[in-house]
């Protein structure tokens, strides 16, 4: 079976819209197309903007922020003294996609609740056990 091109499907990405002022002072919401109709549409009282992304796109993004994670917490790792014990084994991030596709790392003091998040929980592999080499008798 020869495996689908799926980095050209599109995904929907719908977040907060951006908000502007108009010369009345009044704020007005923009939304892009396709769905002009639902200018009122709100998620938790918030005003909402729908825009499409390339799942390549999306996976590139998620791949270069995996990566640079993974070389962050490896260096804290080495920073270790070996004589403390200490293992790192386990880390939470909540990430944030925004409407280009962009992958953002939530900091303390964003509710994650309602928001939309993604939670990324990565856990130390265990390493295979070598085996004993059996004795013959």
């Known amino acids: 079976m020869q495996e689908q091109d799926w980095g050209n499907e599109e995904l929907w990405i719908v977040t907060a819209s951006d908000r502007q002022e108009s010369q009345s002072g009044q704020k007005t919401v923009a939304f892009s197309p396709p769905n002009p109709t639902r200018s ?14 390339k799942a390549e796109n999306l996976a590139a993004q998620m791949s270069q922020f995996v990566r640079v994670i993974g070389r962050v917490f490896a260096d804290a790792q080495k920073q270790i003294d070996p004589q403390a014990g200490l293992q790192l084994d386990e880390i939470k991030l909540a990430v944030d996609i925004s409407a280009k596709g962009e992958i953002k790392l939530l900091g303390t003091g964003i509710e994650t609740s309602g928001k939309g998040a993604i939670e990324l929980k990565f856990k130390r592999a265990e390493l295979p056990k070598k085996s004993q080499p059996s004795e013959s008798v």
């Open 40 to 53: 009122g549409a709100t998620v938790s009282g918030e005003a909402i903007k729908e825009s499409r992304v």
